[in-house]
C-alpha cells in the first residue's frame, strides 16, 4: 500500500552457515526510485529511473541505463555505472569505478577510492569544474572539448582540475593509490 516492495534474507532458527548464500533477481515494471543494500555481494541496477541508492560491504556494484541520479558505496569491490543521466557519487576503499554518462547528463560527479583506478567519460553535455586528486598515479585528460564548449585545464603532477563550459556544480575525483583517465564518449 505504501509503494515499496522490501526483499530480504532472514536466517534459519539455527543461524547461517559458513556456505550459505542467497541472491534475488528482481525484475520491476515502471518502478521510479530504487534502494538497495547488502553485507557480502554484488549489485546488479539496469533500466531503472529515479534517485538510486546502493550500498554493499563486500562485492562489486554494477548500474547500466539508469534515468537518474545514483548514490554507489562498496568498501571491498568495483563499481561500474554506464549510460546514467543524473548526478552520481560513488565511494568505494578497494577498487576501480568506471563511470559513463548519458548524453544529455550535465553532471556533476563526485568519486573517491583508496585503491583503485577512475575512468570517466563525460557526456558532451557535461558542465562545470572537475577537480581530479591522486596520490599515487598519472592523470589523462582529454585534449580538446566538444564543437561550441569551453574549455580550460591546469595540471600538475597528481592534481589536475578541468573547467567545461559555464561553471556550475563542482565535481570531484579523488584516488590515493590509482591512475586517472578523462575522455569525452565518441
Not at 84 to 94: A, I, M, W
Not at 110 to 119: D, E, K, M, P
Request: proline content about 5%.
Amino acid at each position: 500500500p505504501a509503494g515499496v516492495l522490501e526483499i530480504s534474507a532472514q536466517p534459519p532458527p539455527d543461524g547461517w552457515r559458513g556456505s550459505e548464500g542467497c541472491s534475488f533477481d528482481i525484475s520491476l515494471p515502471g518502478a521510479a526510485g530504487v534502494e538497495l543494500h547488502t553485507s557480502n555481494g554484488a549489485i546488479k541496477l539496469a533500466g531503472m529511473s529515479g534517485e538510486g541508492k546502493l550500498d554493499t560491504r563486500n562485492g562489486s556494484i554494477s548500474i547500466s541505463r539508469h534515468d537518474g541520479g545514483v548514490d554507489a558505496d562498496t568498501s571491498n569491490g568495483r563499481v561500474e555505472a554506464t549510460q546514467v543521466s543524473g548526478p552520481v557519487r560513488v565511494r568505494t576503499s578497494n577498487g576501480s569505478v568506471t563511470l559513463s554518462l548519458a548524453d544529455a547528463a550535465p553532471g556533476p560527479v563526485q568519486v573517491r577510492t583508496s585503491n583503485g583506478a577512475v575512468t570517466l567519460e563525460l557526456s558532451h553535455a557535461f558542465r562545470g569544474e572537475l577537480s581530479v586528486d591522486t596520490s599515487n598515479g598519472s592523470i589523462t585528460l582529454p585534449r580538446s572539448a566538444p564543437t561550441g564548449v569551453t574549455f580550460q585545464t591546469r595540471q600538475s603532477t597528481h592534481h589536475a582540475t578541468l573547467v567545461i563550459g559555464e561553471a556550475s556544480a563542482a565535481s570531484t575525483i579523488d584516488t590515493s593509490n590509482g591512475s586517472v583517465t578523462i575522455r569525452y564518449a565518441d
